[in-house]
């Protein structure tokens, strides 16, 4: 992230940024005092769904009209765009480690507030999330799986040659190199 000297911001917009993000924490501590704390055990789940909330915000296509205003997105990728404020939120929205922060203040006051809503739409994005890394690994296994394949091609191709006759090393090297 470049430093507020290389931005179209100011620091004002950031300290907007924290302070809004501050009084929102302080609103969710405050209606907590009366609430069953939340147990170790959730905070697991809550991270998790922080995780998918963030992602989902910064990464995922059908969340492009909340990202929209602040973010322009092409083929290179994405960037903030306009000055001031509107950047420095578009800076956010192009950061799932920075939507992080907001995610987490978003789904533990969900929880401070409405538990059994707080529930369901943490198992919602904890479920998202595990199934963004099961198709995560799927996809890693399987390149790893076609990368071991080729490799196996390229032996057998080698074995072909050498086995024919007359085969030096000068063939068996250009067949393998053709292969690879």
């Known amino acids: 992230m470049k430093p507020v000297s290389e931005t179209p911001t100011k620091p004002l917009d950031y300290a907007l940024l924290s302070g809004t993000y501050s009084s929102l924490l302080a609103l ?22 922080t995780f998918a909330l963030s992602k ?3 990464q995922e296509k ?25 950047y420095a939120v578009g800076e956010l929205l192009t950061c799932t480690r920075c939507a992080g922060g907001w995610s987490a203040l978003a789904v533990v006051s969900l929880r401070v507030y409405a538990p059994t809503a707080a529930n369901t739409v943490t198992s ?4 998202s999330a595990c199934n963004d890394l099961l198709h995560t690994t799927f996809s890693w296994l399987r390149s790893q799986s076609n990368e071991t394949e080729a490799t196996a091609e390229i032996a057998r191709t080698r074995a072909d040659v050498l086995q024919e006759p007359g085969a030096d090393a000068a063939v068996v090297m250009s067949a393998a190199q053709q292969v690879a």
């Open 28 to 49: 969710s501590a405050i209606g907590g005092r009366s609430r069953a704390p939340i147990e170790r055990a959730e905070l697991i789940p809550l991270g998790v769904a």
């Open 56 to 58: 989902l915000l910064v």
């Open 62 to 86: 059908v969340e492009t009209w909340v990202r929209q205003p602040f973010v322009e997105e092409t083929s290179d990728g994405k960037r903030p765009k306009g000055k001031r404020l509107r």
């Open 124 to 127: 919602v994005l904890a479920v």
